[in-house]
């Protein structure tokens, strides 16, 4: 059974930094890309972040390019988005994803995680 658990969502002033983990099981780690996407509400789900399996390759959405980090560690089947310099319009559920390809839309990823909420106060 597949499971991806985030963590690491909270309240968090403008200016500041969090960290999310998101562990994975069930799903051959060292295989896939993983991803962050989020969603603020009343919007559509978007890209964030995207890691190969081999964190060869690392990409960005423009609007937290230079911001976030991405980073993964096969030994612990697990991969973080360091999150720094929040903006309130960060604020969203911010959803883990694995799937074969590292790509930028929701139809590359076969797998996702329940999503952990990240609030950012102006």
């Known amino acids: 059974q597949v499971q991806l658990v985030e963590s690491g969502g909270g309240l968090v002033q403008a200016g500041g930094s969090l960290r999310l983990s998101c562990a994975a099981s069930?799903?051959?780690?060292?295989?896939?890309?993983m991803g962050w996407f989020r969603q603020a509400p009343g919007k559509e789900r978007q890209f964030v972040s995207t890691?190969?399996?081999?964190?060869?390759?690392?990409y960005y959405a423009d609007s937290v390019n230079g911001r976030f980090t991405i980073s993964r560690d096969n030994a612990e089947n697990t991969v973080y988005l360091q999150m720094n310099s929040l903006k309130p319009e960060d604020t969203a559920v911010y959803y883990c994803?694995?799937?074969?390809?590292?790509?930028?839309?929701?139809?590359?990823?076969?797998?996702w995680g329940q999503g952990t909420q990240v609030t950012v106060s102006s």
């Open positions: 994803t694995a799937g074969p390809r590292p790509g930028s839309t929701q139809s590359d990823y076969a797998y």
């Open positions: 069930g799903v051959p780690f060292r295989r896939y890309a």
């Open positions: 890691i190969t399996w081999n964190s060869g390759g690392t």
